[in-house]
């Protein structure tokens, strides 16, 4: 479930959002309690896989959706979205 509510929350946010803000929100809009360190180390991961990138904002890490990397008009992009 926590990787549903992580690229819901990112791909709807495009300035991105913090570890804890996501944590938060997660708990907000969806009821669903998760540990701050367990929403950080998946976004970490997915940093690792190419699906976000973070960068400093003061002392928050800011997390965000990375763009697709293939053109919205390919054929690959209805099949991937279906």
């Given at each position: 479930m926590l990787h549903f509510f992580i690229l819901d929350l990112l791909w709807?946010?495009?300035?991105?959002?913090?570890s804890g803000a996501v944590?938060?929100?997660?708990s907000h809009n969806y009821g669903?309690?998760?540990?701050?360190?367990t929403v950080r180390?998946?976004?970490?991961e997915y940093e690792s896989l190419g699906l976000l990138?973070?960068?400093?904002?003061?002392?928050?890490?800011?997390?965000?959706m990375l763009p697709p990397q293939f053109p919205h008009d390919s054929p690959l992009n209805d099949t991937l979205l279906t």
């Open positions: 709807d946010c495009p300035e991105g959002m913090s944590t938060d929100l997660i669903v309690v998760f540990d701050t360190q180390l998946k976004l970490k990138c973070s960068h400093k904002e003061g002392k928050n890490l800011i997390y965000q």
